[in-house]
């Protein structure tokens, strides 16, 4: 299999998804160059699925009395080239009431069966944290719904100054790579990566070394980026 098999629209600007802080750093990269997954039918479907929750719960959230939701917000923290979308920040007196404080964000998730004792994984906590810090916003909620039977769970969260620190040095780790002209190790299970293909494909070069350059590029033309690692 060769990429230039595959079609996808490739981005202008290096950007690193929130969602994606926990994958292996090669497929990190290969997202933040806006590299097409490969994915099965059943996959597909089950984002369908999971698209369709995410719709539902925002919608639900919006009509709270009280409660005021702007969903789908974008956060950037150019400092660290990331860049993603909040499912819902709500605020309004039902929320200063409940939280004390005048904002929170939402961010919705689906699983399958839910346990009593579900604990929302780091990746997902890891990625809240991500949008709080580029917010100022001090308080989330993780909402995670049942693909099964629509059973749900909540799990609130604080800025956790420790995680964050150890996400940015990760996103370090990648950069310094980047910018001695390497793509970074694989250091993930391989088997069951949506990248696979293209860390085994014939001319895998050639989109490494475009990922390579559009980085050095948005690095280079980044001033939050460029201020931070003087």
Not at 76 to 97: H, N, Q, T
Not at 169 to 191: A, K, N, Q, R, V
């Amino acid at each position: 299999m060769c990429i230039r098999d595959r079609e996808f629209e490739l981005k202008t600007r290096f950007a690193v998804h929130p969602s994606t802080l926990t994958q292996c750093k090669r497929a990190i990269v290969l997202s933040a160059c806006g590299i097409a997954q490969y994915t099965t039918t059943q996959q597909e479907l089950m984002f369908c699925v999971a698209n369709g929750a995410h719709a539902m719960m925002e919608h639900i959230l919006g009509l709270q009395e009280g409660v005021h939701c702007e969903c789908e917000k974008r956060i950037k923290i150019p400092e660290y080239l990331l860049s993603g979308i909040a499912d819902a920040v709500l605020s309004g007196d039902r929320i200063l009431s409940s939280y004390g404080t005048e904002r929170i964000i939402v961010e919705i998730k689906t699983s399958g069966y839910l346990k009593a004792n579900y604990t929302p994984p780091v990746s997902h906590i890891a990625q809240l944290n991500t949008y709080l810090y580029g917010t100022g916003i001090e308080i989330g909620e993780i909402l995670t719904v049942s693909r099964t039977n629509g059973s749900y769970n909540t799990c609130t969260v604080e800025i956790d100054e420790e995680l964050l620190s150890s996400v940015f040095s990760f996103l370090d780790e990648i950069y310094d790579s980047l910018h001695g002209g390497t793509m970074p190790e694989i250091d993930g299970d391989c088997s069951s990566c949506w990248y696979y293909e293209y860390c085994h494909a014939s001319d895998a070069s050639n989109i490494y070394d475009y990922c390579i350059r559009l980085f050095n590029e948005t690095a280079d033309n980044t001033k939050e980026y460029k201020e931070r690692r003087k």
